[in-house]
Every structure is written in C-alpha cells, then in structure tokens.
T-cell receptor, first 115, second 114 residues
C-alpha cells in the first residue's frame, strides 16, 4: 500500500508566476485536502475534494484553485504568486465519508519559495 | 467556527522526564480531537484521536491524551520521553458529521535534551 506522495518536493518561483503542485492519494482514499503551513505556524485548510467535487474551502482567495482526477489524485494551482505564498503545502488523503472522524494521511509536502 | 490554542510554543525537557503538551479548543458544535506529530522536513503523522467513549486515549510511541469536555482541553502526555520524541506537535479538531477538514493549533516544539 503506497502512501501519499507529493511532487515536487521543493520549488522556487518568481512573484506573479503560476504554480501547480501534485498529490497522489493513498490507495482506496477518495478524499484529498490541501493545507498551507507557513513557517512557525500550524497547517491552514485551503480546500478539500471528495469524489472529484470541491467539498469545502478555507479562507483563501480564488487564485488558489484545485482539481481532483478520477483516480483521486489532485492538483493545487496558485496564480499570481505573492511573497506570502511561500510555505510548505501539505496534501492529506482520507477514506472519506465526510463524517470528520477518519484519519488523514499526510504527504511530506512541497516547499514553495516565492522570490 | 472552531479554534485551537496550544498554550506552549516550546517545551524543553530532559530525557526520561515526563511531559505534558497543552491544548484547548473552542467550538459551538461537537468536535473530534487529534494530535499529530511532525518530524523535521516531513509531513504530519497521527499520534492519537478522540472520537467518543473513554476520555483517556492511548496512541503510538507511548503517548496518551485526556479529553476534558468541561475545560475544553485535550492535553497530550508521555511519562518518559526519549531523544527521538524531539519534534513539532499539533493539536487539531474536526467537526462531527462534517467534512474531513482539520483546524490546527500553532504547534508546540518539544525538545528532548540528554
């Protein structure tokens, strides 16, 4: 059973550019959530996908968008990058069911630096 | 809305000493409670969770936590820590019957010294 994998592991982008981060969910999991973890902070919920549909969104602007594919892998897209977007981006997959009580399995994250 | 407060940003202890990491939460609806650990340059790993039933929950690596509804707390404890327990610890909540969205605290950096 493979775990949650994210790519790339590190990324440097210039302010104003666009970036796509990728996540492969754990086998059998149909729910993927994305979190932003700024330095010295706890993870902040960006949004969640359940069976290819957005299922909740945190307090992030529309330039943060996502997608979930039929195999339940997911992408996070960020347009018009700002310096404050520099953070560790974490993907978490779970078996779903939307009950809030299942364990979320996290990937190792993508470290994004915006210069 | 839910919020989580971790009262200590850093906790230094000596090896084999007991430790308690404090967590308080605020929510107008019932929540589930979680503790996650993050080792350097890694993602988060679940230590333990409280869903219902006994208020004392045992997790991996010898950790346990006690849910106190009246004090809205979910403190994490370990009777004897090891050097390898050095990591960042996050308390989190999710809404019962809601999505899998987790609301995290800011974390507590546990440093175990020899």
């Amino acid at each position: 059973e493979t775990g949650v994998t994210q790519s790339p592991t590190h990324l440097i982008k210039t302010r104003g550019q666009q970036v796509t981060l990728r996540c492969s969910s754990q086998s059998g999991h149909n729910t993927v959530s994305w979190y932003q973890q700024a330095l010295g902070q706890g993870p902040q919920f960006i949004f969640q996908y359940y069976r290819e549909e957005e299922n909740g969104r945190g307090n992030f602007p529309p330039r943060f968008s996502g997608l979930q594919f039929p195999n339940y892998s997911s992408e996070l897209n960020v347009n018009a990058l700002e310096l404050d977007d520099s953070a560790l981006y974490l993907c978490a997959s779970s078996p779903g069911g939307a009950q809030g009580n299942t364990e979320a399995f996290f990937g190792q994250g993508t470290r994004l630096t915006v210069v | 809305a839910q919020s989580v407060t971790q009262l200590d940003s850093q906790v230094p202890v000596f090896e084999e000493a007991p430790v308690e990491l404090r967590c308080n939460y605020s929510s107008s609806v019932s929540v589930y409670l979680f503790w996650y650990v993050q080792y350097p340059n890694q993602g988060l790993q679940l230590l333990l969770k409280y869903l219902s039933g006994s208020t004392l929950v045992k997790g991996i690596n010898g950790f346990e936590a006690e849910f106190n509804k009246s004090q809205t707390s979910f403190h994490l404890r370990k009777p004897s820590v090891h050097i390898s327990d050095t990591a960042e610890y996050f308390c989190a909540v999710s809404v019962q019957g809601g999505s899998e969205k987790l609301v995290f605290g800011k974390g507590t950096k546990l440093t175990v010294n020899p």
